[in-house]
């Protein structure tokens, strides 16, 4: 469903607010997924390289920390892909720092439905199961929605101190392809819904704001100041980019070559075995003696 243009202030493009140099000059121009790729490369770019035994049979750059980090920024950037299919109207901004301790909003949305913070859960191929306080994934409880409960009215807060008026936040949970997603009983403020039905389920939200109020929310949103006090550090995001593609091409390629190494071993035991049997066949048959 597609809003109503007529009304719809003109869309932003994050990039027409990236300096020539690259360089972040707004919170508009954070990256999905941001915060946990900065700490991953942070943490990648202080432990020893891989040897060179270790890139011909497919070892994995990451370590056990980097590759929850790494899940993380790829969920966070699967979920912008989907808020990438809202119509004009719909301001998203991205890894927004709550707190001076790295703590952030994983995406902010704010359009003619209302204003919500988007938090991504993601646990591919696993069951999810929600209830009105509880998540559960693959059978283990985890404290999503109680969390979300605290960061509405932490966003509800700031954000209404830094646009001078009241501004009212609800919340979703987005799960990246989950196996399943059983939500029993809906909270009133949380939304646990897949990733992929973002786009469709914001869009049919009843319009509460005007296009105007969109705007002056979305420029409160963007300054740094709304969120802490002081200036963040300056992060050159189109650097920050390069680097997470260039560790992501690094990772699918060791992927690749652990699974032309399992097929070569698999075609050499295999044929082990068919060797051995037919020797052991010939043998029964008493049509081969050994020396």
Known sequence: MMADEDLAPPAIDQGDLVSPEGVQASLGDNL?????????????????????????FGSSPLTDDTRVLFNVALGEIEVADALGALASGWVVLHSLPVSSGGSDIDHLVIGPGG????????????????????????GIRYPDIRNMEYEMGRVE????????RAVEVSAVLAVVAPKSLTV???HRDVEVLAANT?????TMRRRVLSPDDVLEIAEAAERSTTWHQGDGPVIDTSDLRARFETLRLDVTRAWRLQLIWAGVISVVAASTFLGVSYVILLSALGLWTPQ
């Open 184 to 186: 029993r009983q809906k």
């Open 115 to 138: 204003v919500f913070i988007i938090a991504t859960l993601n646990h591919s191929k696993q069951t999810v199961w929600a209830s009105q306080r509880t998540l559960m994934v693959g």
């Open 157 to 164: 807060r700031l954000l209404s101190t830094a646009a001078n």
């Open 32 to 56: 999905p997924g941001q915060t946990a790729m900065a700490e991953l490369l942070r943490q990648h770019d202080g432990k020893s390289p891989r040897s060179l035994l270790g890139r011909i």
């Open 198 to 202: 973002l786009a469709d389920w914001l």
